[in-house]
């Protein structure tokens, strides 16, 4: 429900945002409740992520859908440009209004979505609490326009200094462009009186940055940000995605999509881990998280052990209790990386969807596996 090593990250969450956190925390309770005894049905979700667009205007170098072994490349021209309309995404809202899911909006680049202010101004009308996860790049086009939308939180990717953020995200001048934004973004809640969105910088820490984190204490001070998180790699290897195999055909699914996440970390576990120490035993104006938030030994057995399994955090996945994904196409799914769908909103109510014969099954045979092969490096697994 919430991983003891997840304490200090919520604590800090509760003071910043108390309302949400309480809601938070009663949601997560129900759906324990439903993971031990409800036989595969649950409590309404805690949150909905909208993927507005598998479209993005950046190749960042380990990103799992544009990367280097990115899968979205491969996408045909239909499938890749196949994007929810306006209404429909009302219509979701609409019908998960009446129990109070957090909504985060994702894709792609959520910014390219034709509607995604609409949206978001949709989802403040209903008084939902809405989150978008963003590359920055057009923030400064809609700086203002987030801020008078009511965006609550306003999640962006950084790697690094300015050198180091430009090469990794593979666009010249790209570092300047989003810390301008965000700096707009600052001066125009300063200006109205605003608190939100609050600032959440989001750095992925990879073979080309983890010996250089430091550069973004100076980032998120100058921009005033609320919180930097960095995110420990996700990545897997070809023998996991076999197994991984096994599980899909079970569920008559594809996993295809964690097939951009096989590459090797190449990364010193022990300069990491120093890094690490050095940040967090430096006091900050704002929040700093790591995540996971792995012990030294986790640390090492997280990149190095192929045969890894989780410690410090129960080796069981709760987010098809808590969370579900809506796709361009309308389809809700249960995770990000597999094409399992629990039903489609073009077709069926949210609500009924959601605890779906289909939705059922998927959670009875996660729980009887505890976690799939796959979910060992996913960032859910360690959420809840």
Excluded at 123 to 135: A, F, P, Y
Excluded at 181 to 204: D, H, M, R
Excluded at 210 to 228: G, K
Aim: charged share 25%; proline share 5%; aromatic share 12%.
């Amino acid at each position: 429900m919430l991983p003891l090593r997840n304490l200090g990250r919520f604590f800090r969450k509760t003071i910043q945002q108390p309302g949400y956190a309480l809601k938070v925390a009663n949601k997560r309770v129900k759906a324990c409740g439903y993971y031990h005894l409800g036989g595969g049905h649950s409590s309404f979700p805690e949150a909905i992520t909208l993927f507005f667009t598998h479209r993005c205007n950046l190749r960042c170098k380990m990103c799992g859908q544009w990367g280097e072994s990115g899968v979205t490349k491969s996408m045909d021209k239909e499938e890749l440009h196949e994007e929810l309309s306006f209404e429909e995404l009302k219509k979701v809202i609409d019908d998960a209004a009446p129990f109070k899911p957090n909504f985060t909006l994702f894709g792609g680049e959520p910014l390219l979505f034709a509607h995604c202010l609409d949206t978001i101004k949709y989802l403040k009308e209903k008084g939902l609490h809405c989150l978008m996860i963003t590359n920055g790049s057009m923030v400064g086009m809609y700086a203002k326009a987030l801020v008078d939308a009511g965006l609550n939180e306003l999640n962006v990717s950084l790697d690094g200094g300015q050198d180091l953020h430009n090469e990794i995200r593979g666009m010249p001048n790209l570092f300047e462009k989003i810390t301008k934004g965000l700096k707009e973004v600052t001066q125009y809640k300063k200006e109205t009186g605003a608190k939100k969105p609050f600032i959440n910088l989001q750095c992925t820490i990879t073979k080309y940055n983890y010996e250089m984190l430091e550069q973004l204490i100076d980032v998120a001070s100058d921009i005033e940000a609320n919180s930097l998180t960095y995110h420990n790699l996700i990545f897997i290897n070809q023998e996991i995605i076999e197994k991984q195999k096994v599980v899909d055909e079970r569920l008559m699914c594809s996993s295809h999509e964690w097939e951009g996440f096989i590459f090797e970390p190449e990364m010193d576990t022990e300069k990491l881990y120093q890094k690490m120490l050095a940040i967090q035993e430096t006091k900050h104006p704002f929040n700093v998280d790591f995540y996971p938030n792995l012990t030294k030994k986790s640390l090492n057995e997280y990149y190095n052990n192929p045969s890894y399994l989780p410690t410090g955090y129960s080796p069981r996945c709760m987010s098809p209790w808590i969370c579900a994904y809506v796709f361009p196409n309308g389809d809700v799914r249960p995770c990000l990386n597999s094409s399992y769908s629990f039903g489609n909103t073009a077709k069926e109510s949210f609500p009924d969807i959601w605890n779906s014969e289909k939705a059922q099954k998927y959670r009875q045979i996660l729980k009887q596996s505890k976690i799939f092969p796959a979910c060992i490096r996913c960032t859910e697994l360690y959420r809840y």
